[in-house]
């Protein structure tokens, strides 16, 4: 059997590890928040950035076909090529 002493050492020390243990979760937890929504704001500026360079560019595309009026040949499965 312990001494009381032991006891309240022992009891002490379990204390202090379980709110250390409490702490570093409840700060893994924000970090992880934190990461996610960093996560989620760069896939969102990776898609509407690509969108909108796809959407220029197809529009500076479309823009010079029509003031240099430039022939576009377009090449189908079937080795035809036409002339717009």
Do not use: C
Not at 50 to 78: E, N, R
Request: aromatic content about 10%; glycine content about 8%; hydrophobic content about 55%.
């Amino acid at each position: 059997m312990l001494d009381p002493w032991e006891h309240v050492l022992g009891m002490g020390l379990g204390v202090v590890a379980v709110n250390q243990l409490l702490k570093w979760e409840a700060q893994v937890e924000q970090d992880l928040d934190k990461m996610l929504e960093k996560a989620k704001a760069a896939n969102e500026r990776r898609y509407i950035g690509s969108f909108l360079s796809f959407s220029a560019f197809i529009f500076l595309i479309g823009l010079t076909i029509m003031l240099f009026d430039v022939k576009v040949l377009i090449l189908s499965d079937y080795g035809v090529i036409r002339m717009i």
